[in-house]
């Protein structure tokens, strides 16, 4: 079994980030890439760049993360 340390990079939703994010998946809106709600609020993006993708997370998202990985 491979062991990975998971690093998640975060950053402050900037109007110039979210403007980006939205361009880059064709979308007027960010919704959370996890539940998929277009009425919950965006609060985090995860970016993972071992599998270069950046996701998009709702607070209800955020808190249902596992804890205990490697934040930087």
Do not use: K
């Not at 340390?5 to 890439?33: G, N």
């Not at 997370?57 to 205990?68: N, V, Y």
């Amino acid at each position: 079994m491979i062991e990975l340390d998971l690093i998640v990079e975060t950053e402050p939703l900037t109007p110039s980030l979210i403007a980006a994010l939205c361009a880059a998946r064709a979308q007027t809106m960010l919704i959370c890439d996890r539940c998929r709600d277009p009425d919950a609020v965006v609060v985090a993006t995860m970016e993972i760049p071992a599998m270069d993708e950046t996701f998009t997370l709702c607070g209800r998202c955020t808190r249902a993360l596992p804890r205990g990985y490697r934040v930087v």
